[in-house]
């Protein structure tokens, strides 16, 4: 259950667009959804922390929501030498969302995600923060052996540490989306991910 304003579901993006050693550039992208019939201002705040839960940055606006309407608030916020994420060393910030009315707080998210470059060029292959990374990759479907389908966050944990220790260091989601348990412990873990929709692109499996 949710206020009647809230942070949509799903409805918190975090991008990294510009990434240096000394600097980096973080895009926050929120969609707040207003259900009353009445319009409403509210306060949104986003902070972004370390790993420790250390407050680094800071920033909140005043936005205004027509009744049963709905809008997509985009922040974007610096954070001075960070820490960045690779394989060996996945390092995770926190982005804090949070909407209130009145000094009341009407809703909280907290998105953690990793700062990296990533690039692919013709010269020097596939490029993390700037250095070449040969891929050593796989494919895993969302099933879980006799556990069957359900997405358990430990099987899924379990699963990723499996690809690991076996010299993984990619994954390629086949052939839908996976489970945010998942896709977490690849952020956790420091295992690169294809998150694959379908594998039908141009051509159909039956009628």
């Known amino acids: 259950t949710t206020s009647f304003v809230h942070i949509d579901t799903w409805g918190v993006n975090v991008t990294s667009p510009n990434v240096t050693k000394e600097n980096a550039t973080i895009q926050l992208s929120t969609v707040v959804k ?3 019939n009445k319009k409403q201002s509210i306060k949104l705040c986003s902070k ?11 920033e909140f606006r005043i936005v205004e929501l027509n009744p049963k309407d709905q809008k997509v ?20 910030y926190t982005a804090q969302i949070e909407i209130s009315l009145n000094n009341k707080a009407l809703d909280l998210v907290n998105k953690s995600f990793g700062i990296r470059s990533i690039r692919f060029s013709a010269e020097n292959g ?3 923060n700037g250095k070449s990374v040969k891929i050593n990759g796989g494919c895993a479907h969302h099933d879980n052996g006799c556990l069957g389908a359900a997405a358990y966050d430990r ?3 379990k699963k990723v540490e499996l690809l690991k220790s076996a010299g993984f260091n990619l994954v390629r989601t086949s052939h839908n989306p996976p489970s945010e348990a998942f896709l ?3 952020d956790r873990l420091g295992l690169l991910v294809i ?8 051509t159909k499996k039956n009628d």
């Open 34 to 36: 207003n259900e009353k």
């Open 48 to 58: 972004i922390k370390d790993k420790n839960a250390t407050e680094i940055v800071k």
């Open 73 to 92: 608030i985009t922040q974007t916020m610096e954070v001075k030498n960070p820490n960045l994420w690779d394989m060996s060393n996945p390092y995770l």
């Open 126 to 128: 596939f490029l993390l």
């Open 155 to 157: 099987a899924e944990e």
């Open 184 to 186: 977490e412990a690849c």
């Open 195 to 202: 998150d694959e929709a379908f594998d039908g692109w141009r």
